[in-house]
């Protein structure tokens, strides 16, 4: 074999022995990216775990035997005094952390009046609707200082069934969402709590959106609840239908307290007030809520309490007739008032 014939072979069998290495050549990788590699095919990919330890959820349901009365000018129903039943639900869904916290709530009531049905007249109904509440609030706060939130409040207050202003009136009085108020807040509370003071909290909400809707149109037609009635002619026929909504701007507060008034706190007190103010479209026109409970503790789960709403609103009329005329009118309803003596049992879970 010539020289020329060597030097090929040569040549060959380097690059062989070079291709050789380059093929079993590795990377280097740090510890961990290893350990990576090497579980990769034997783990699952998993979703991602989220942390709920920040919630916390209390449910509560309640049944009582009320003995129940309301003012002659309240809102809803008739004014008879009556013993009934009552169902309470409470849901609370509230989020904290350091410097945030998110509250939800549905607050459900209704109260039921039987009637022996032979002694009331033939187109009486026998099965009333005397305490019917619907409650859906969410509020996020953000820690300014120790004890002081920034907050954003929104409140729908509205009704389930419908009620009457009888047992034998035909056509309800208000139904659901007819009205329903929606609170939409901007502001700031102070909150503080003690072992007998659980409860102590003031919000103030400068900017307030309070819209009320009453998206039943017949009583729309009717200017239920303020908003702008149908327009009608001479014959009383209708032009233009009523609003099914009203818009305000104003200010709204709210303060809360809860006492217990014996260390074994068995025995509290506690009381929810609210006022809103409009100040653009009727200055000094509003809303005022206040609820008083003073309740018992017979055993855990059942307690002795009596229960006082006040209310005040300035879109709430009531019809009186004159007597030496027989012709009815309009008027503002003034202040309100639901009273109920109650023993109940409750249910958290």
């Given at each position: 074999?010539?020289?020329?014939?060597?030097?090929l072979l040569g040549?060959?069998?380097?690059?062989?022995?070079?291709?050789?290495?380059?093929?079993?050549?590795?990377?280097?990788?740090?510890?961990?990216?290893?350990?990576?590699?090497?579980?990769?095919?034997?783990?699952?990919?998993?979703?991602?775990?989220?942390?709920?330890?920040?919630?916390?959820?209390?449910?509560?349901?309640?049944?009582?035997?009320?003995?129940?009365?309301?003012?002659?000018?309240?809102?809803?129903?008739?004014?008879?005094?009556?013993?009934?039943?009552?169902?309470?639900?409470?849901?609370?869904?509230?989020?904290?952390?350091?410097?945030?916290?998110?509250?939800?709530?549905?607050?459900?009531?209704?109260?039921?009046?039987?009637?022996?049905?032979?002694?009331?007249?033939?187109?009486?109904?026998?099965?009333?609707?005397n305490q019917n509440?619907?409650?859906?609030?969410?509020?996020?706060?953000?820690?300014?200082?120790?004890?002081?939130?920034?907050?954003?409040?929104?409140?729908?207050?509205?009704?389930?069934?419908?009620?009457?202003?009888?047992?034998?009136?035909?056509?309800?009085?208000?139904?659901?969402?007819?009205?329903?108020?929606?609170?939409?807040?901007?502001?700031?509370?102070?909150?503080?709590?003690?072992?007998?003071?659980?409860?102590?909290?003031?919000?103030?909400?400068?900017?307030?959106?309070?819209?009320?809707?009453?998206?039943?149109?017949?009583?729309?037609?009717?200017?239920?609840?303020?908003?702008?009635?149908?327009?009608?002619?001479?014959?009383?026929?209708?032009?233009?239908?009523?609003?099914?909504?009203?818009?305000?701007?104003?200010?709204?507060?709210?303060?809360?307290?809860?006492?217990?008034?014996?260390?074994?706190?068995?025995?509290?007190?506690?009381?929810?007030?609210?006022?809103?103010?409009?100040?653009?479209?009727?200055?000094?026109?509003?809303?005022?809520?206040?609820?008083?409970?003073?309740?018992?503790?017979?055993?855990?789960?059942?307690?002795?309490?009596?229960?006082?709403?006040?209310?005040?609103?300035?879109?709430?009329?009531?019809?009186?007739?004159?007597?030496t005329t027989g012709?009815?009118?309009?008027?503002?309803?003034?202040?309100?008032?639901?009273?109920?003596?109650?023993?109940?049992?409750?249910?958290?879970?």
């Open positions: 074999m010539n020289k020329r014939g060597l030097y040549w060959i069998a380097a690059l062989l022995c070079l291709s050789g290495q380059a093929g079993f050549s590795q990377v280097v990788v740090d510890s961990k990216t290893a350990d990576f590699l090497r579980n990769f095919d034997q783990q699952k990919i998993k979703p991602a775990h989220i942390d709920t330890s920040y919630w916390s959820v209390s449910r509560e349901l309640r049944f009582e035997t009320a003995l129940h009365s309301v003012s002659k000018n309240w809102y809803q129903s008739d004014n008879r005094s009556s013993l009934r039943l009552n169902m309470y639900s409470l849901i609370n869904a509230n989020y904290i952390r350091e410097y945030t916290r998110w509250n939800n709530t549905l607050d459900l009531r209704l109260g039921f009046l039987w009637e022996d049905a032979g002694k009331l007249a033939d187109d009486a109904r026998n099965l009333s609707v509440y619907l409650r859906l609030e969410t509020v996020y706060g953000v820690k300014l200082v120790r004890r002081f939130d920034f907050e954003a409040n929104a409140k729908l207050v509205t009704q389930i069934m419908p009620s009457y202003a009888s047992n034998t009136a035909k056509e309800s009085n208000k139904t659901f969402m007819a009205p329903g108020v929606l609170d939409i807040g901007l502001g700031a509370s102070y909150n503080y709590s003690t072992k007998r003071l659980p409860t102590l909290y003031i919000s103030f909400y400068p900017v307030n959106n309070n819209t009320t809707f009453v998206l039943n149109q017949r009583l729309a037609d009717a200017g239920t609840s303020g908003v702008d009635p149908a327009v009608k002619d001479d014959q009383g026929n209708i032009i233009q239908h009523g609003k099914q909504y009203k818009m305000v701007w104003g200010v709204r507060t709210q303060f809360k307290i809860k006492y217990f008034i014996l260390e074994n706190q068995k025995f509290w007190a506690s009381n929810d007030f609210s006022i809103f103010v409009d100040y653009a479209e009727n200055p000094g026109a509003g809303q005022i809520d206040n609820k008083f409970i003073l309740s018992y503790e017979i055993t855990k789960n059942i307690s002795l309490s009596y229960n006082m709403t006040l209310r005040y609103y300035d879109s709430d009329r009531v019809t009186r007739t004159d007597p012709q009815s009118a309009q008027y503002y309803a003034g202040l309100e008032m639901m009273n109920d003596m109650t023993i109940g049992l409750k249910f958290n879970f």
